[in-house]
T-cell receptor, first 116, second 114 residues
């Protein structure tokens, strides 16, 4: 069964400092990995994805993520955090079940708090 | 504008009542999904549908039902059999098939059982 782990419930970072939100995954076959952001009482917004190719993926709002196959990780990063980045971040993996149906599994989310 | 519309945004239900949450998309996506979000538990998959007239149970389907009679619509019914229905419900869609694309989400429906 596929799974996603986000080991930190909350990450605190000072404004202007680099940030990292961690994600590890487990899936059969090639991993298709995603990061989403959620603001309070809103739906999720897509940030970036890794399908194939370069291990460093760039996305929206200056975010990027590094795919590491040997460590089965897909950590989200940003060189300089903004207060407006404070939100809930979800890592997700897309796979296929035994019936050939696509399935997307999410982590439990990591709350990012950027301190002014 | 293309997107996913969920309604109502807020819903209150008495115990023992069924309630239906609406999800409509105009993105021409084949696949649609329902997730439930609870604090500290992330998103859990309730049901998903890859094509019209076909749907599959997710991880927590008990007490829920869905239909997919039209490509654009994927309503979720929360039945009285669902023991703890108070939650934030999110509908999503994607191109489906062999697509590796991301999910597109609606703004969610918050259900509270009184």
């Amino acid at each position: 069964a596929q799974s996603v782990a986000q080991p930190e419930d909350q990450v605190n970072v000072a404004e202007g400092n680099p940030l990292t939100v961690k994600c590890t995954y487990s899936v059969s076959g090639n991993p298709y990995l995603f990061w989403y952001v959620q603001y309070p009482n809103r739906g999720l917004q897509f940030l970036l994805k890794y399908i194939t190719g370069d291990n460093l993926v760039k996305g929206s709002y200056g975010f990027e993520a590094e795919f590491n196959k040997s460590q089965t990780s897909f950590h989200l990063k940003k060189p300089s955090a903004l207060v407006s980045d404070s939100a809930l971040y979800f890592c997700a993996v897309r796979g296929w079940n035994s019936g050939g149906y696509q399935k997307v599994t999410f982590g439990i989310g990591t709350k990012l708090q950027v301190i002014p | 504008d293309g997107g996913i519309t969920q309604s109502p945004k807020y819903l209150f239900r008495k115990e023992g009542q069924n309630v239906t949450l609406s999800c409509e998309q105009n993105l021409n996506h084949d696949a649609m999904y329902w997730y439930r979000q609870d604090p500290g538990q992330g998103l859990r998959l309730i049901y998903y549908s890859q094509i019209v007239n076909d749907f599959q149970k997710g991880d927590i389907a008990e007490g829920y039902s869905v239909s997919r009679e039209k490509k654009e619509s994927f309503p979720l019914t929360v039945t009285s059999a669902q023991k703890n229905p108070t939650a934030f419900y999110l509908c999503a869609s994607s191109p489906g098939g062999a697509s590796t694309g991301e999910l597109f989400f609606g703004e969610g429906s918050r259900l509270t059982v009184l």
